[in-house]
């Protein structure tokens, strides 16, 4: 029996609604780790959903997906190293669309309670969704657009850095990170000049730090700002001959806050992104006959989204909730495109997603929503989803 015990003490793998809180800038399920006293500690999450595009004057085929699957694993070696990890599949299988990606694994070193460090590959710190984006904590079937296109979400990348927590109400977190690659920059964003750590060019680096206050409980007020190059030290074959890539500093910056009071939960989160050297990346992507060769010198966008659990006003005391939510997106990927270039009205669009999310226990998520895109250029559908999600 002391075995037996000993083996449930090294392994964390708690069900109860109690282990569901996140530390350190990670996700609930991703912090079980921190919990422990020593040795292994498993998680993870899964999400799916049916998406109906069956509607409009275009509709497209409709769609089921096993979004994700993931697993953490992580080991607590003793009170002050943490080594931490999360392994994602998406798409159920890798002879289609899917993949096997190492979100992050990080080896965390803690000093105080204001000063630690992490090493290894990190989640970026910006936005609501990129470090926290286990489906449960989160409203709808699909992530913020602003969050996948203007912070392009989930986004990695090798580094390091420090993070603590100064009194009760400020965070903080400051890496030093592997910069983007410019070479996947596209019309609708910086979303795949992302690198990760497979094999990743390191001749430009970059620089994030983030601030979370929570002046009043349940009132949270952060920012995060990015910056560094992305020509990597590149040159792009046009025609036989090598163009030398620009530097394409790249700078990010965004405001986010969230305020909870009872069963209201309201966020808000605005994001905006500078190019540099705009117009000699399109004027080479264009060359070299890229599909989407316009790169704007600025990209912005903003979302607010508001939701209500129901379940208190009708069974006081009850585990589950039962939230109806309404968000508002706006984004601009083209907003201020170099002389010459025409903008692709595409990707300005307008996103209005209501939608209901039910949990029968903190740990699973079902979500149906309506998904309205309008976009400048009057090409995107409108579809339904219905999704589930899990942590564990």
């Known amino acids: ?15 109860e609604a109690t282990a569901l809180e996140s530390k350190y800038g990670l996700g609930p399920a991703a912090s079980k780790i ?31 997906d096993l979004h994700r699957e993931v697993l953490y694993v992580g080991y607590k070696f003793n009170d002050w190293i943490t080594w931490n990890s999360e392994i994602e599949f998406e798409h159920a299988s890798t002879e289609q669309n ?30 609501f969704t990129n470090e926290v984006h286990e489906p449960p904590f989160y409203y709808s079937t699909f992530r913020p657009e602003v969050e996948r296109l203007i912070l392009p979400s989930t986004w990695s990348e090798y580094g390091g850095g420090f993070f603590g927590r100064i009194g009760e109400s400020l965070s903080y977190r400051v890496y030093l990170v592997g910069g983007l690659n410019a070479q996947g920059y596209e019309s609708s964003g910086i ?16 620089v994030v730090a983030r601030l979370e206050w929570e002046p009043l409980e349940g009132l949270s007020l952060g920012t995060s ?15 036989g001959t090598e163009f030398d890539m620009p530097r394409a500093e790249t700078t990010i910056f965004e405001l986010h806050s969230s305020y ?27 060359a070299a006959g890229n599909e989407q060769p316009v790169i704007a010198r600025r990209q912005w966008g903003a979302y607010g989204e508001i939701a209500y659990d129901v379940i208190p006003l009708l069974f006081a005391g009850s585990e589950m909730s039962l939230e109806p939510f309404f968000r508002f997106e706006y984004l601009d990927t083209q907003s201020h ?24 226990i903190p740990n699973v998520v079902l ?19 219905f999704g589930f999600g899990l942590v564990f």
Not at 225 to 239: K, P, R, T, W
Not at 367 to 385: P, S, T
Request: net charge negative; proline share 4%; aromatic share 12%.
């Open 1 to 15: 029996m002391d075995e037996v015990e000993k083996l449930r003490a090294q392994v964390a793998a708690p069900e």
């Open 34 to 64: 921190y919990s422990i006293g020593r040795g292994v500690s498993i998680g993870g999450y899964v999400e799916g959903r049916y998406a109906f595009r069956d509607l409009g004057d275009s509709p497209d085929d409709n769609q089921v």
């Open 98 to 127: 899917g993949s096997v990606t190492v979100e992050f694994s990080a080896l965390d070193f803690f000093f105080t309670p204001a000063f630690n460090a992490r090493l290894g590959v990190l989640l970026v710190p910006m936005g």
């Open 191 to 206: 979303r795949e000049g992302r690198q990760g750590a497979s094999e990743a060019l390191a001749n430009d680096l970059a």
């Open 225 to 239: 700002y990015y910056n560094g190059g992305a020509g990597q030290d590149q040159s792009l074959d046009i025609g």
């Open 260 to 286: 909870r009071w009872q069963g209201l939960t309201a966020r808000a989160l605005f994001a905006k992104t500078h190019i540099a050297d705009a117009g000699e990346l399109s004027t080479l992507f264009t």
């Open 337 to 360: 495109v170099p002389r010459g270039f025409v903008a692709d009205r595409m990707w300005k669009q307008r996103i209005y997603v209501p939608g209901i999310q039910f949990k029968p």
């Open 367 to 385: 979500k149906l929503d309506y998904r309205n895109v309008d976009d400048f250029a009057g090409e995107a559908g409108d579809q339904i989803d």
